[in-house]
Each structure stands twice: as structure tokens, then as C-alpha cells.
């Protein structure tokens, strides 16, 4: 589902108030699955807007599949976790020299994230929308931030 409106994130110069009012909707329904102190954490950091991808890892072993996505802005440092990884869908090159992207002050960076979508229906589908038209959809059956 993320994977046209991220399309239309890139395309027009300012979001649709149907592309909000879509993107709202997946908010509320994956709010009604969250647990509170999650949900807080994703609205008081702007949904991790202008936070930069320091390290993206995919585990498999044993029937289980886990990605976790570290994420941080200045001295602040969460990392976002999928258990009983569905899918993992990435637009564009995950790691690119050629990024165009306000630097990181401290430390290096992949991408810089632009957005965080979230919805949830049978599984967390999370979009997390990145410079240079790059974005990396994940379906899970669970969804933790550390």
C-alpha cells in the first residue's frame, strides 16, 4: 500500500490533502495496535524526521526473522525493531555514495529519513521514506522501538 503513496511523496511539490488524510488513517489504525508509550515516542520525535539511518541489519535464523534499523538525530539514538519480518521492500540504493544529503555532524550516515509511515491490519507495514527518492518498506508481525 505505502509503496504508491511513497511514489506520490516524491512526485508532487506538496503533499495532497488526500495523500494526508490516507496517511492519517494508516497513523490511527496502527495507534489502535501500539502500545502508548510507542506511539508517543514516534509523534515526540516528528516521525523521526530529518534523523539520519546509521545501520540497517536482517536476521534469519532458526524461523526467526528480525531487521533492526538504528536511527539518530544529535545525541539521541533509537532502534527500530521488526520481528517476524514478512517483507522488506528498498526503492533505490540502500547505502549510496552518490547521496545527496545534508551531512551528519557526528558520525556517518546511509540516508537522511524524511518520513515515517505506519499502518497496521494483520501486520505493522512501516514506509520510511529517505533523500533522493530511496524509501524501504517493512512488513511485520511485530514492531518495537528501543
Known amino acids: 500500500m505505502f509503496e504508491k503513496l511513497a ?3 516524491y512526485e508532487e511539490d506538496e503533499l495532497s490533502v488526500s495523500l494526508i488524510n490516507e496517511i492519517k488513517a494508516c497513523m490511527l489504525r496502527a495507534e489502535a495496535a501500539l502500545q502508548k ?3 508517543e515516542i514516534i509523534r515526540n520525535n516528528h516521525v523521526f524526521h530529518d534523523w539520519y539511518v546509521t545501520s540497517f541489519n536482517l536476521y534469519c ?4 526473522t528480525l531487521c533492526r534499523i538504528q ?3 544529535r545525541e539521541t539514538q533509537y532502534v527500530l525493531k521488526f520481528d517476524g519480518v514478512v517483507s522488506v521492500a528498498i526503492y533505490g540504493e540502500i547505502a549510496s555514495s552518490a547521496a545527496d544529503y545534508p551531512p551528519r555532524a557526528q558520525g556517518d550516515s546511509f540516508a537522511q529519513v524524511l518520513a515515517f509511515w ?6 505493522y507495514e ?3 521514506l529517505l533523500d533522493n527518492e530511496r524509501y524501504i518498506i517493512i512488513k511485520a508481525k511485530a514492531f518495537m522501538v528501543n
Open 7 to 9: 511514489v506520490q511523496y
Open 37 to 39: 508509550e510507542l506511539m
Open 61 to 64: 535464523e532458526e524461523n526467526i
Open 71 to 73: 536511527v539518530s538525530k
Open 118 to 123: 505506519i499502518d497496521y491490519t494483520d501486520y
Open 126 to 128: 512501516i514506509c520510511l
